[in-house]
């Protein structure tokens, strides 16, 4: 059964204040792993898809790493409207569903 | 612009009573999924669609159903809702091709169950 973990549940930051959240993962093969962001009210939406470990990809203050057993979501001076829930995805190898892991609150203060 | 909408975007209903959440998308998108979303649990995945006529259950399947008789359109029925199917409702499709996995979701239907 395939297990995504993310951690910590909610992280408070500073606006400019470098962080990464964590998503840890176990999969029988990896197709691929997605980051969202989902903003309060709204549906999840796609950030980064990562298909194998030394992989990496950014988009603007974000930048997203894989290993082959978890994966981190780096966010480099972060400014309030970075504030969301960040949830993580993995899929299996023959399969187009996702497991979903319960997400990182991130709220940045200015 | 291609979407994906649902409808309707909030629901009351009473306990026992049947209800369906509709799911429409104009991606023309092979796979579809229905997830609920509850404070502290994430997404859990309901029903899932890889085609027409194709449809299979998910880690929380029980107490609803799907149907699939075009590319477009996956609804969600509850058949009889109960309290602890108060939750928010997301749909999504994706393509079946390698490199296209990604998800797109659909704003999500509020349902109270009272």
């Known amino acids: 059964e395939d297990q995504v973990t993310q951690s910590p549940e909610a992280l408070r930051l500073q606006e400019g204040e470098s962080s990464s959240l964590n998503c840890s993962y176990t999969?029988?093969?990896?197709?691929?792993l997605f980051w969202y962001r989902q903003d309060p009210g709204k549906g999840p939406e796609f950030l980064f898809t990562?298909?194998?470990a030394g992989e990496e990809k950014e988009k603007e203050r974000l930048k997203a790493t894989l290993t082959k057993k978890e994966s981190f979501l780096h966010i480099t001076a972060p400014k309030p409207e970075d504030s969301a829930t960040y949830l993580c995805?993995?899929?299996?190898?023959?399969?187009?569903?996702?497991?979903f892991g319960d997400g990182t609150t991130l709220t940045v203060k200015p | 612009d291609a979407e994906i909408t649902q409808s309707p975007r909030h629901k009351i209903t009473e306990t026992g009573r049947q209800v369906t959440l509709a799911c429409h998308q104009t991606?023309?998108?092979?796979?579809m999924f229905w997830y609920r979303q509850d404070l502290g649990h994430g997404l859990r995945l309901i029903h899932y669609?890889?085609?027409?006529?194709?449809?299979n259950k998910g880690e929380v399947s029980d107490g609803y159903s799907v149907s699939r008789s075009n590319t477009e359109d996956l609804p969600l029925t509850l058949e009889s809702a109960a309290s602890s199917q108060t939750s928010v409702y997301f749909c999504?499709?994706?393509?079946?091709?390698?490199?296209?996995?990604?998800?797109?979701f659909g704003p999500g239907t509020r349902l109270l169950v009272l």
């Open positions: 999504a499709s994706s393509e079946s091709l390698a490199g296209k996995e990604t998800q797109y």
């Open positions: 999969v029988s093969g990896l197709r691929g």
């Open positions: 990562l298909y194998s």
């Open positions: 995805a993995v899929q299996a190898v023959g399969e187009g569903k996702s497991t």
């Open positions: 991606w023309n998108h092979n796979n």
């Open positions: 669609s890889y085609g027409v006529q194709d449809t």
